[in-house]
């Protein structure tokens, strides 16, 4: 497996499964009004959105991540039956990473109550989480990735890249 094929496959697992989830535990809280980058400057949320919330957002954002993609390939017949499989297997990613994010506080509030030792280990269930949707989506995207055209491929090997 090349290099780029690699960066591609880990692009869309990242977009997918292994994005950090927790970056309101690094940051002090903000004061009421004032608003807060999300980890990665992919977005904006409110200071008084819940970290349960947050998490959940982030997977939301990954998804529609992976239907853009999934549209900009302009696949043929033959490729959305894999497409179907790779959906499919971030589909079931999610919804193991929604069952971290629901052990999460519920309210924005909580989130100050939370330990070090809490987030620890919620950022280790989440990444236990990650990883086996990796494992788990790897092979479904590398039999996409093969029946992809070479024009697909460099198109997912660098999704932002501007013509």
């Given at each position: 497996?090349?290099?780029s094929m690699l960066f591609g496959a880990a692009m869309i697992a990242a977009a997918a499964v292994a994005v950090p989830v927790i970056a309101w535990s690094d940051t002090p809280a903000p004061t009421p009004g004032q608003e807060h980058h999300e980890h990665g400057g992919h977005g904006r949320w409110a200071a008084n959105v819940s970290p349960q919330q947050a998490c959940v957002d982030r997977i939301a954002k990954r998804a529609g991540f992976v239907a853009f993609i999934g549209a900009k390939l302009n696949l043929t017949d033959a490729q959305k039956p894999l497409w179907e499989k790779v959906v499919a297997a971030t589909q079931?990613?999610?919804a193991s990473e929604r069952q971290v994010c629901a052990a999460l506080p519920a309210s924005a509030d909580d989130k100050a109550k939370q330990t070090v030792i809490d987030r620890l280990n919620h950022r280790q269930q989440m990444m236990q989480a990650q990883?086996?949707?990796m494992q788990q989506t790897t092979p479904v995207f590398q039999a996409l990735y093969q029946a992809l055209t070479p024009e697909q491929k460099a198109m997912l090997d660098h999704p932002h890249h501007r013509a």
């Open positions: 497996m090349n290099k079931a990613a999610q990883l086996q949707a």
